[in-house]
């Protein structure tokens, strides 16, 4: 399907109508919590999406050449991601690896998050990704002439919430980042749409199905989680939501607003181009994602009225179960087995190291088992079905040596300051050794977790503890008495999002 075709379908262009006609008139309650992102946090009602943008807040920096380049509201934010793109393309027009990799390093810490580190510096180190940036740039760009469903994994290695800034950054044609939160916002508009549209009894076919990721705490990103009578969003880092999946995602979505912005004057302040008009349209997007009770369908509980303490259990922090100190040796064995050869040691899910440990357990095998022990190896967990052999040895080394540095240069691929729900091993930790801390023994801390909403029973609280010192002790993130260890200290600082006051109020 070509970018006409998209557009031209029924309910592609019903809904591109709806957004046209009813977004200069939403009303939108904003209530976000304090964090690092939004200090003091961020309330109020604001009439339509250019209001929106009015309020947008992302306060973080980046460094450049030893500077930070300091962001907050709309204004210094476009100025700093405008930086970043000339970075970005400088590099890449000088055919600057190592340049190329800090520009989109820069990216990353200016979005908060860290995950696609080893797959880029993989890239730099063996000189692919210049070329690589490029090649998925020609088939992400809104104004590429190419088929979409040619768009798939032999041109997206990977995807995740900082590539998708990357390749946004790299565009010059206005492609939107797609991340979590404008992937929850178009998500809930479309169910909006799709509301009206029943209840006048003309609905086309439906079409679309924008995915989302779960939020940290208690936000909510999914539009099935609100009464809106709509299917839920797809979730990424789940087999409901393959790499090729979410960048075809991220096209369509720019197409939709690259067309509902050539029939409106929409962000056109001080003589924007569409593709600047594309950004602050996202930027928008981004807010309204935050938490979706700021809009709510028709017949639905007001968002006002959407107390915290109702948020569904899903968005706790509950794991799937696993002994961590034990099924990374075995994860280790297998990549060795595997071999060096090189990067295609598996596919991105695991499913080779599944079948594996099946083959090793025998007859008494349990495939569910064997599943859930790649839980921690999850590209939204530790990552590692993505990285090489030398880099999985390197990390069991520094593990076995009780190497501080080298488990310190590990843990820093992960930016638990993010606001997704993502990393749920490490906030485990973080809990545990935080409860410890305070002088809670085991029960006590099962009881603080259950109590902060953080696990719905005790049995999930008891699992959220155990994977936390499991993986704690065994990653040197906790002493034996479950209290933080100083690695605990300089990883963690202040501690993840609203966890630290969530905690402080049941401890």
């Not at 590539?163 to 979590?180: E, N, R």
């Amino acid at each position: 399907m070509n970018k006409n075709e998209f557009l031209q379908n029924e309910d592609v262009s019903s809904f591109t109508d709806w957004l046209v006609e009813r977004l200069p008139a939403l009303a939108f309650h904003l209530d976000f919590a304090p964090s690092r992102f939004v200090p003091g946090g961020l309330r109020g009602d604001v009439t339509g999406i250019g209001q929106v943008l009015n309020r947008y807040v992302w306060n973080t920096s980046w460094m450049d050449d030893g500077k930070a380049v300091q962001s907050g509201d709309w204004d210094s934010t476009r100025v700093s991601l405008q930086r970043l793109r000339r970075k970005l393309l400088d590099a890449f027009d000088a055919g600057d690896e190592n340049a190329l990799l800090s520009a989109c390093l820069g990216v990353l810490e200016w979005g908060g998050v860290s995950g696609a580190k080893p797959f880029l510096r993989r890239k730099a180190r063996n000189g692919q990704l210049a070329a690589y940036l490029g090649k998925v740039h020609a088939a992400l760009a809104l104004d590429a002439e190419s088929d979409l469903d040619t768009l798939d994994g032999s041109t997206i290695e990977r995807f995740d919430a900082g590539l998708t800034k990357i390749h946004a950054l790299f565009d010059t044609s206005g492609l939107p980042i797609y991340d979590s939160r404008v992937g929850a916002a178009i998500s809930m508009l479309y169910a909006r749409y799709r509301a009206e549209a029943v209840a006048a009894e003309r609905a086309p076919i439906s079409m679309l199905n924008f995915p989302s990721g779960g939020a940290r705490g208690t936000q909510i990103r999914n539009p099935k989680l609100i009464d809106t009578g709509y299917r839920a969003a797809p979730q990424f880092y789940t087999s409901q939501v393959s790499d090729v999946t979410w960048a075809r995602s991220q096209v369509r979505l720019g197409w939709i607003l690259e067309n509902v912005l050539k029939r409106t004057d929409w962000f056109a302040r001080n003589g924007a181009d569409l593709p600047a008009r594309c950004h602050a349209f996202e930027a928008a997007l981004f807010m309204i994602g935050y938490d979706l009770r700021c809009l709510s369908t028709p017949g639905a509980v007001a968002p006002a009225a959407l107390a915290l303490d109702n948020v569904p259990s899903d968005t706790g922090w509950v794991p799937t179960g696993h002994a961590f100190n034990v099924i990374f040796p075995k994860y280790v064995e297998y990549r060795k087995a595997l071999g060096a050869e090189g990067e295609q040691y598996d596919d991105a899910r695991g499913e080779g190291y599944t079948q594996w440990l099946i083959r090793q357990r025998g007859p008494a095998a349990r495939p569910n088992a064997a599943q859930a022990d790649r839980f921690p190896f999850k590209q939204a967990e530790f990552d590692l079905f993505g990285r090489s052999l030398d880099e999985i040895l390197e990390i069991r080394d520094a593990i076995e040596n009780d190497d501080d540095a080298g488990i310190l240069k590990f843990l820093g691929d992960f930016a638990i300051q993010s606001d997704e729900r993502r990393n749920v091993c490490l906030v485990d930790v973080w809990c545990v050794g935080y409860l410890a801390d305070k002088g809670l023994d085991r029960r006590s801390s099962i009881a603080a977790l259950v109590d902060a909403g953080l696990a719905g029973k005790v049995n999930s609280g008891s699992t959220l503890y155990s994977v936390g010192r499991n993986v704690g002790c065994y990653l040197k993130l906790l002493d034996a008495d479950m209290r933080p260890t100083p690695l605990f200290r300089r990883y963690f600082g202040d501690g993840p999002g609203d966890l630290p006051e969530r905690l402080n109020e049941v401890a």
